[in-house]
């Protein structure tokens, strides 16, 4: 089994501090991360400046906040946008971005940005997802919010745009999530029904989740990570520490080591332990011509005689030769 991709989200965790993000990247690197990820949006890309009842925030986190307030918050300036994937890359992490609008799409290309993630309340924004497919990037798609019809729709807007590369996440959006909602069994489903790689995006506390997700087949863990949870910010409190987000890494590569791969071995010999396994011996002393019968033969431990498969053809014939207690039985010794 290749390696799942575990990628940090970094997401608001910056306190608006450039050296914070840089430092959120070098510790994302040295906690096992395999890619950093940024959203890259300003409040006035992805919502109105509006107090109306519609733009404020109900039943999350962050209620009584408007869209606009929220998102000016938790947006990554994009002037810090190239330090942030330098500094990845001279760690060797690959570092990418999620576009809220066409703007952003074309920032992040002339960035160098190498795969497009969609977030969950993006994925019934058909042309942008068309518009980010045809610039040839892997397609990472969140389905926390998704009908199947949203799913199914985004999936073949990607196609239409030449781009199969798509891998689609399973998310629940809440924040933080319950293990109860992670409902892990659709991610296995949508690989089969759309054709697709899949992958977690996950919200909940700690890393069962994740484990569980890899064990069956994600390709892709994202886990939101931050410095330092007294930081603050909208994402603080659902985001994993570096000593936890390390722990959760050390704990999927054993997962993985664990799947292994398809092995059937052939060559008993090279089975440890095989030898404690059963086998045909003679349980009392016999003289050449006696019948076997159950109590002089017996399927017993260890495993150098005849396997207990010939005990029932054994049984009733004559043994030629004699023969004591722990002999082993071979072919040989019994009568045509």
């Not at 409040?43 to 929220?70: E, M, N, S």
């Not at 969609?118 to 058909?126: K, P």
């Not at 998704?146 to 590369?165: F, H, M, S």
């Amino acid at each position: 089994m290749s390696k799942s991709l575990i990628v940090a989200e970094l997401s608001a965790n910056h306190g608006h501090r450039l050296e914070v993000a840089l430092e959120s990247v070098r510790a994302a690197h040295e906690a096992g991360a395999d890619a950093v990820k940024i959203q890259t949006y300003t409040a006035d890309t992805i919502t109105l400046r509006c107090d109306r009842p519609d733009f404020q925030v109900k039943g999350t986190l962050w209620d009584g906040r408007t869209l606009y307030d929220l998102y000016r918050e938790a947006y990554t300036p994009w002037e810090w946008h190239q330090a942030i994937f330098e500094e990845a890359r001279s760690l060797g992490l690959i570092c990418f971005s999620t576009p809220f609008d066409k703007t952003a799409v074309d920032f992040l290309e002339s960035l160098g940005n190498p795969i497009c993630k969609i977030a969950s309340f993006e994925i019934t924004d058909l042309p942008l997802i068309g518009y980010a497919a045809r610039k040839g990037w892997p397609m990472v798609i969140s389905t926390g919010i998704a009908l199947p019809e949203d799913i199914e729709r985004a999936v073949a807007t990607c196609r239409e745009a030449g781009n199969d590369d798509i891998t689609l996440l399973k998310c629940t959006s809440s924040y933080p999530a319950s293990v109860e909602d992670a409902h892990l069994l659709t991610m296995v489903d949508m690989r089969e029904r759309f054709g697709v790689k899949i992958g977690l995006s996950d919200h909940t506390m700690g890393y069962d989740v994740a484990l569980a997700a890899v064990a069956m087949g994600a390709e892709m863990v994202e886990k939101h990570f931050i410095l330092d949870r007294s930081i603050g910010g909208p994402d603080a409190a659902f985001s994993m520490e570096k000593d936890e987000f390390a722990a959760m890494v050390r704990a999927v590569r054993n997962v993985e080591k664990a799947l292994g791969r398809v092995d059937y071995p052939t060559d008993p010999d090279r089975i440890k332990g095989r030898e404690f396994c059963r086998s045909l011996y003679i349980a009392r002393d016999m003289k050449a011509g006696e019948v076997f019968t159950e109590e002089n033969l017996r399927s017993v431990r260890p495993g150098f005689g005849l396997p207990p498969r010939y005990l029932a053809s054994v049984l009733g014939k004559r043994i030629v030769c004699d023969a004591r207690l722990g002999d082993r039985l071979t072919l040989e010794m019994v009568s045509d």
